[in-house]
Structure formats: structure tokens, C-alpha cells
């Protein structure tokens, strides 16, 4: 049916205060993550702007303030308001399982890999709360693997390696992670590996006896060993293209020659110089060997 | 100043419509495009496929900071947000918006904190009202809005909703927008004056 198309302008709202100075917004953002490293230490300089951007005005908005500067003088000041910032800031979603056909491949193309080393140290690359370092561990047991593995499970957050280390998940996502677990190739009953206890399910304790929990910041710290696998998924999607880059050289130089590095589903080592070091086995997962 | 950039959200419906529309660009169509669909959490590459088939322009599935490219499709994965940065996109896992991953609200008000005055948003059909904040703010920030005739959607409730949020909304029927963001692709934005600091 025909409707008259109006010409008018499409700009009738009246600019706000969120009139368009994104050069001005830029220098905002950039002295207040600067502010926040060189007085709390927390340094978020490097990380995705578009994301970054729109966590500080939800922070901004939920203040009911108007400006980053504004939020600047209560960040700077108020160690609770860095404190709610840092929730704002810090995303750890994950699942036991997630991706399930990620798991199968790993199965599939990794494993055999893998039972050729006497001895498998993995790095597990912002863990978060653990799920998927236990779904790991999981894996390697019934793959017949776990006890020549060693898993250094990292992450930049205290609190949460504290969870991932206590084990205990929420009994209301058993249901999910049981149909992720037969989606990813699992080979018993996942009821097998947790108990519930504490109001959750409490997870095997022998599935950590080799998994090291421990602190590690990829802005700033180093290389602590040498690895056949790393596993960092959807935590440098959070990172900009050059801070991208310096976590992919140490990757790089951690990982042994034919090591593997697996990253996120949606992520990709094609705007990366490290691309020619890698080959991938079997996409569309990204599972990469190092072969250079 | 001219356009550089066009984010187009659907939702119920929106598979029809979304072929629709891009099947009426042509493949040398000047701007990069970003397409967010509702769609499962489990969903896979299906929905690249089947645009892909109806349209002339290239389709790609986003994979975090892909460079933003003229005449391409760029569609959101299953289950993660995209962020609209200066030239390139981001993925993120931050909360669903209105019980939404990808949100049409959080790509379009990237694309209008990003791009300003340069960015075109597009809301088509849908059973929700994801869409009407990002449009929003894109006309705030001088950009330009159009939304299907909620009379041609398959649901009307989203593009009701995103004209009721930005009454300045062009509002044409379905087949009207492609010829639209033709003509505005190659036309130069209005011309904002600049504030004074």
C-alpha cells in the first residue's frame, strides 16, 4: 500500500547532551582510564572502545551524572565508585561445555595430538570462574589424558579464580550443562561428576588435583612456561587491535612448536600478524597449530 | 559529509524482510552494511547462507574486528553483541538488552556514538521493541532513521515502536527502502553546523 514519503529531515530531536563530539569524548575516556591505572592500577587503556564506551555511560547514566569527566571525579575520589566501575567493566559469562561442538572436535583432532606427549601442560587464558577449565579436565579424564596434564587455569580477577577454585556451579544450569556435555561427545553420565551440596553442585574435587589456579594479567604479565595447548576464549574480544596483537606474540612464544591455541568461535587470527604461524585444524573451530 | 554507514535490525519476520531488502541493493552498493536478526543462542551460519543467496552484495558472518567494508553484509553472530568501532566491529558478551543477544538497540547506538551524523539506521519488522533506543540516538547525534511501514511488517510492534521513539523517522514501506539507502548512499548528509567549543 502506498504511504506519502515524507523528505523531511530525520533529525528533529534536539542534540542532548549527547550531542555528537566523539574527538572530545575520546579525550574524556582516555584521561579517565589513565586516571584509574595510575591510581588504582587496573589498566583498562587498551581495551575495545566501542565496548568500553558504552560500559562507562551505563555507569554515567545509572549515576545519573552527564559526562566521563563527571564520572572521573567520582572514580578518583570514591574508591566505591571504582569498585561498581570494575563490576561494570569485568564480563565473565561462560558455561560448562560452551560450544559444545568446539568440545567434540577437540576429541576428534586434538586428543590424538595430545597422546603422543608424555607429558601435556596446558594454560587456560582468563578462566574466569572455572567451567570450562572443569569441562576440560572432564575431558582429558575420559579421554584417559588427565593424569599427564597439568592445567594452569589464569585469570586477571581474584574473586573469580576463588569460585572457580571452590568448584561449586549453580544446580539451576545442570540441565544446560548436561545437554552441552552430550552435545560435546561426553562419554557418561555428567550427573557422575558433581554432588549437590551447598545449595549447588559441587564438582568432583579430583577433576583439579592437576589444575594450578593462579593469578595472571595478559596487559602486563609474561610468559611463565611453556605449553602444547592454549585455550583463551572470548577474552580478547574485549581487548583493541594492538593490545590483540602483544597477547598473540605471547601466546606465541609460549606455546612449543605444534602446540595448539584455541580461541572463541567468533574470533580470528586473521588480522593478525601471527596469522602464517598457525594452520587451522578442522574449521570452522578455531583450533590452530603452531607450525612456525 | 556523506553517509558511512547503514545497521539494519529485524526481528519476527525479519528473514523475509532482511532478504527483501538487501536483495533489491545492488552488488556495488558504496556503504559497509551491519545486519542484527534475533535468532537462537544455538543458531549456526544458516542465516549468512540463506541472505547470502538472496542478495548481490557479499555476506559475512562477523568475526570480532573485522574491518567494516563497502558493498558487505555483515551479520551478527548467534549469541554475541556487535559493537560498531572506527572502521571495525567487536564482539561482546556483555548482558542481553531486553532479554536480547545480539541487540539491535546496542549495535545501532554504536554505530550513532561512532559514526554520528554518518550513520543510516533501519528497523524492520519484529514482536519486540529492540531497535526504537538505538534509532534514538541516532538521529540525536544528526544521523538518519528509516523504518519499514509497520503496515507491511509481518509484526508490527518493533517499527511501531521505533517510530513512536523518533517521530522524524522516514517511514516507507518495504520495497521503498533499498531505492531510499541507494539514493542516500550516494547523496551528502545535511551539513551540521558546527558548534562552537
Request: overall charge negative.
Amino acid at each position: 500500500m502506498a504511504v506519502p514519503v515524507a523528505e523531511a529531515p530525520s533529525s528533529g530531536a534536539e542534540p542532548d547532551r549527547q550531542s555528537f563530539k566523539p574527538d572530545l569524548e575520546r579525550i574524556e575516556i582516555e584521561l579517565l582510564l589513565e586516571g584509574i591505572f595510575r591510581h588504582y592500577g587496573f589498566d583498562f587503556r587498551a581495551y575495545a572502545y566501542a565496548s568500553i564506551r558504552r560500559r562507562l555511560w551505563k555507569r554515567i547514566e545509572e549515576e545519573g551524572l552527564s559526562s566521563v569527566s563527571a564520572l572521573q571525579e567520582r572514580v578518583l575520589h570514591e574508591p566505591e565508585m571504582m569498585e561498581k566501575l570494575l563490576l561494570d567493566l569485568s564480563i565473565n559469562v561462560t558455561a560448562m561445555f560452551r560450544d559444545p561442538g568446539f568440545y567434540q572436535t577437540f576429541r576428534e583432532h586434538v586428543v590424538p595430538l595430545l597422546r603422543t606427549y608424555p607429558f601435556i601442560r596446558i594454560w587456560h587464558a582468563g578462566c574466569s570462574t572455572g567451567e570450562e577449565v572443569y569441562s576440560m579436565a572432564i575431558l582429558l579424564r575420559e579421554e584417559g589424558l588427565y593424569d599427564r596434564s597439568r592445567i594452569y587455569a589464569t585469570d586477571i580477577n581474584e574473586v573469580v579464580l576463588q569460585r572457580a577454585k571452590a568448584g561449586i556451579f549453580p544446580l539451576e544450569r545442570m540441565q544446560e550443562y548436561t545437554d552441552n556435555y552430550i552435545r560435546a561427545g561426553g562419554k557418561r553420565s555428567f550427573s557422575e561428576y558433581y554432588t549437590a551440596k551447598y545449595g549447588g553442585a559441587l564438582f568432583d574435587q579430583a577433576l583439579t588435583k592437576n589444575v594450578v589456579f593462579s593469578q595472571h594479567n595478559l596487559v602486563t604479565d609474561r610468559s611463565f612456561s611453556e605449553f602444547n595447548v592454549i585455550l583463551c576464549r572470548n577474552v580478547l574480544i574485549y581487548f583493541d587491535k594492538t593490545l590483540q596483537s602483544k597477547v598473540h606474540s605471547l601466546f606465541y612464544d609460549s606455546l612449543a612448536m605444534f602446540g595448539v591455541l584455541v580461541l572463541g568461535s567468533k574470533e580470528t587470527l586473521r588480522f593478525m600478524s601471527h596469522e602464517d604461524c598457525y594452520q587451522q585444524i578442522a574449521p570452522p573451530e578455531k583450533i590452530f597449530r603452531k607450525v612456525r | 559529509m556523506a553517509y558511512s554507514i547503514v545497521g539494519v535490525g529485524s526481528s519476527w519476520g525479519g528473514l523475509a524482510a532482511m532478504s527483501k531488502l538487501l536483495g533489491a541493493l545492488p552488488a556495488n552498493f558504496s556503504l559497509p552494511i551491519v545486519v542484527v536478526q534475533h535468532r537462537s543462542r544455538d543458531s549456526d551460519r544458516l542465516l549468512a547462507e540463506i541472505l547470502q543467496d538472496a542478495t548481490d552484495l557479499t555476506v559475512s558472518e562477523i568475526e570480532d574486528k573485522e574491518p567494516l567494508t563497502p558493498g558487505t553484509v555483515h551479520i551478527a553472530p548467534a549469541n554475541y553483541h556487535v559493537l560498531i568501532d572506527d572502521g571495525f566491529l567487536s564482539l561482546s558478551l556483555e548482558e542481553p538488552v531486553r532479554f536480547s543477544r545480539p541487540s539491535i538497540d546496542v549495535m545501532l547506538s554504536s554505530a550513532a556514538d561512532t559514526y554520528g551524523p554518518e550513520a543510516i539506521g533501519v528497523v524492520l519488522t519484529g514482536a519486540n521493541e529492540d531497535g526504537a533506543q538505538g534509532l534514538s540516538d541516532i538521529v540525536k547525534r544528526g544521523g538518519c532513521a528509516l523504518v519499514q511501514d509497520p503496515r507491511t511488517a509481518e509484526i508490527a510492534i518493533m517499527p511501531h515502536a521505533a517510530v513512536k521513539a523518533v517521530p522524524s523517522a522516514e517511514v516507507l514501506p518495504l520495497e521503498g527502502l533499498a531505492p531510499r539507502l541507494i539514493a542516500l548512499s550516494r547523496k551528502r548528509a545535511k551539513v551540521r553546523a558546527r558548534k562552537a567549543v
